[in-house]
């Protein structure tokens, strides 16, 4: 069974720092790696999605990497805001990119 | 980009209550849509996966008799929440995708309090 892991579980930076968040998967017989941004009581929001056969995606001021073999993602946020405080979520597909795991999702606040 | 409606967003109702909940895609075939579930500070959790026509598969521990899974068209899957509880107070998600490699698409979810 699939399990997907977030460290930290939350993080208080200040604004302006780089940060990185990482995520860990169990199995890495993975199809694609999704990073979602999740608002309080509000739905997800996709960030970046890596194909296996990929190693990073960069949209902006993020930048995600995969490394299937070990079983590990990192999202990195460039020159963070309060903006980005949020709940970010990685999951992983598996069966054939039809089943999405959840990780355990890291709580980011970034202070002025 | 493809989108997903979810409707209603926020639902409160008294126990006992069953409980509709609608996820439609706006310009795509939804071959397959899923139904998640996150309780407060959690992650989601799958509850289910339906393919347009076909009987929804469960997770291990979702009873499917409690949590009632339509999907009859391209576009529409349905979750009922029958004879609600206020353990069944949650966040639900759903998703879907078409045929193709893509991502699933998701709804922005539905509150459901239960009194």
């Keep these: 069974k699939q399990e997907v892991t977030q460290i930290p579980a939350a993080l208080s930076v200040p604004e302006g720092e780089n940060l990185v968040l990482n995520c860990s998967f169990t199995d890495s017989a993975i199809y694609n790696l999704q990073w979602f941004r999740q608002d309080p009581g509000k739905g997800l929001t996709s960030l970046l999605l890596i194909q296996s056969s990929q190693r990073e995606q960069t949209s902006g001021r993020l930048n995600a990497s995969l490394d299937k073999s070990s079983g590990r993602s990192t999202l990195y946020i460039a020159a963070s805001q309060p903006g980005d405080s949020a709940t970010y979520l990685c999951a992983v597909y598996t069966g054939g990119g039809n089943k999405l795991t959840f990780g355990t999702g890291t709580q980011l606040k970034v202070e002025l | ?115």
């Design chain 2, 1 to 115: 980009g493809a989108v997903v409606s979810q409707h209603p967003s926020w639902v409160i109702c008294k126990s006992g209550t069953s409980v509709k909940i609608e996820c439609r895609s706006l310009d795509f075939q939804a071959t397959t849509m899923f139904w998640y579930r996150q309780f407060p500070k959690q992650s989601l959790m799958l509850m289910a996966t339906s393919n347009e026509g076909s009987k929804a598969t469960y997770e291990q521990g979702v009873e499917k008799d409690k949590f009632l899974i339509n999907h009859a068209s391209l576009t529409l899957s349905t979750l009922t929440v029958t004879s609600a509880h206020p353990e069944d107070s949650s966040f639900y998600i759903c998703s879907a995708k078409d045929r193709s490699n893509q991502p699933q698409h998701f709804g922005d979810g539905t509150r459901l309090s239960i009194l």
